[in-house]
């Protein structure tokens, strides 16, 4: 088809990077996704496809997670132009998965795998070529703790009618979709195969009209929630007064009760000092616990509660510290704690440093500061908070990976995801909030999400977006407390849904074949 089908790929899967936040140009993904099933489909051996396949996957990578660099920026460990070499090896790792997509389809359906130079990409091509692609994003999302930023699913979300089948089939399958609707761009516009483009295309387009979930209802006027972003970087973490200032700019952010009950929710690691009672004084350097709590409280109506984000201790039986928990509290207006979460799905060589006696001695160390490293809490868990239901909880990048966001026996009513997006660069918020509103979709949730400096946001449980705090400005959202809908299909069946679309797909693409 043409000539350096390499450098083709590198450049065809950076352009299907720009189909996501902040840029949402999805018709440039599904071109060159389109274009790039052809290269794949025309390669004469099994050594160029997956050359082909690895390629695409470096230049879509290193473009759609260009904000990585910017956390290397943040630390004084490691020199910062290891940030760009950061972002060539992830997307040299991560290209493994478009690499094996693109193998299967050519080994298990494309004729030029059997020695026919002469054939045309087909519809039994295509439908091969979907099914791989979920099974290659969902291994993505799961192999060595997974890193499930950017499926392509989520590239719908500017067309929100096909982003709301993640309700029904999750944002893997919803993949799957997106690979569907760029091979029959492939067929209509590159073969000419109208009926069979048609073919595809159609009962896409009926599936996105007829499965729409229904529109979430409006919110209690009852209850509020009030989202408080101070604007304070991660640059500013290492001032002397940075834990005293940020914790008196959220307290005067929430401002004043009311005659309604109030949730406040604040972002992640905000509250500096440890707030837990019971630990060794010589830990309350930044503060001891009990006055902590009470500017908090001074906040609070008797009837409003606070979900504030910062650290816990644990330790041994010798009474040594043991790791540190990434942590949720509950705080009431008597400044007591009802309640805590510990992240569970931690950021390698974020939060903690693996291999740390291997790694260590050659100068390398975590993004964040300290020395302690955080131990994960044992998964999604949903909290009681008085007046306000069943929570569920979701720190950072925990609300990217799908189907894992929600404890099934105990289904929430509102998802709470603080962030600190501060280390995320100017790509990486709107991707973040991009991903938490496919969550929002595909469990029939709100997700009510509050960072430091952008992009905090309340989300409705289909998936609109009801209010924003842009990036680096200090402000609060207050709006009525969002409604759930009904569980949505995804939320009982969770990732089998994956599973059974690849099953559909391949007898499709079987059926296809006989004919």
């Known amino acids: 088809m043409l000539r350096s089908p390499l450098l083709w790929s590198l450049l065809l899967g950076a352009i299907a990077a720009l189909g996501f936040a902040p840029l949402d140009l999805w018709p440039l993904t599904l071109a060159a996704l389109a274009l790039w099933m052809r290269l794949v489909h025309d390669a004469p051996t099994l050594r160029r496809v997956l050359a082909v396949g690895w390629g695409f996957g470096v230049g879509h990578f290193a473009i759609a997670n260009n904000w990585i660099q910017h956390a290397f920026d943040l630390q004084d460990k490691m020199p910062p132009a290891l940030g760009y070499l950061a972002v060539v090896l992830v997307a040299l790792y991560l290209a493994v998965y478009p690499m094996l997509a693109a193998g299967a389809a050519w080994r298990l359906a494309s004729p030029r795998a059997a020695g026919d130079a002469a054939a045309r990409p087909g519809g039994a091509f295509v439908a091969v070529f979907a099914a791989a692609w979920i099974v290659a994003e969902w291994l993505r999302a799961t192999m060595f703790t997974g890193y499930a930023w950017d499926p392509l699913g989520v590239a719908w979300l500017p067309v929100i009618g096909v982003a709301r089948l993640g309700a029904w089939i999750g944002t893997y399958a919803l993949s799957g979709v997106t690979v569907l609707a760029a091979g029959a761009l492939l067929l209509l516009v590159g073969e000419r195969r109208w009926r069979l483009a048609a073919g595809v295309a159609v009962p896409l387009v009926s599936a996105a009209i007829l499965l729409a979930p229904p529109r979430a209802p409006p919110g209690d006027p009852g209850r509020r929630i009030r989202v408080v972003q101070p604007n304070v970087g991660q640059d500013a973490v290492r001032a002397p007064d940075y834990a005293r200032r940020i914790l008196l700019t959220m307290a005067a952010l929430s401002e004043r009760p009311g005659p309604v009950p109030r949730l406040v929710v604040w972002p992640e690691g905000s509250v500096d000092p440890f707030i837990e009672d019971g630990y060794p004084a010589s830990w309350y350097f930044r503060g001891y616990p009990g006055p902590t709590r009470a500017i908090i409280a001074r906040a609070l109506g008797p009837r409003d509660r606070a979900l504030v984000g910062g650290s816990a201790l644990f330790f041994d039986s010798a009474g040594e510290v043991s790791g540190a928990g990434n942590a949720i509290f509950v705080v009431g207006p008597d400044a007591r704690l009802g309640g805590r979460y510990d992240k569970a799905h931690l950021v390698p060589y974020g939060e903690y440093l693996p291999m740390r006696a291997l790694l260590e001695p050659i100068g390398l160390s975590r993004l964040v500061a300290g020395e302690i490293d955080f131990v994960p809490g044992p998964g999604p868990r949903t909290l009681s908070v008085p007046g306000f239901g069943a929570i569920g909880m979701q720190i950072c ?119």
């Open 397 to 515: 990048y925990e609300i990217i990976f799908s189907g894992q966001v929600v404890d099934r026996a105990h289904r929430p009513a509102l998802l709470f995801n603080p962030s600190n997006d501060g280390w995320f660069g100017a790509w990486g918020p709107p991707q973040h909030l991009a991903q938490a509103r496919m969550r929002a979709i595909e469990e029939g949730l709100p997700v009510v999400r509050s960072t430091p400096d952008g992009i905090s946001a309340v989300i409705a449980a289909d998936g609109r977006v009801l209010g924003t705090v842009p990036r680096h400005i200090a402000g609060a959202i207050e709006l009525p407390m969002p409604s759930a809908l009904p569980p949505t299909l995804f939320s009982r069946t969770g990732n089998w849904m994956a599973g059974f679309a690849v099953l559909m797909l391949l007898a499709l693409a079987a059926a296809l074949r006989r004919r």
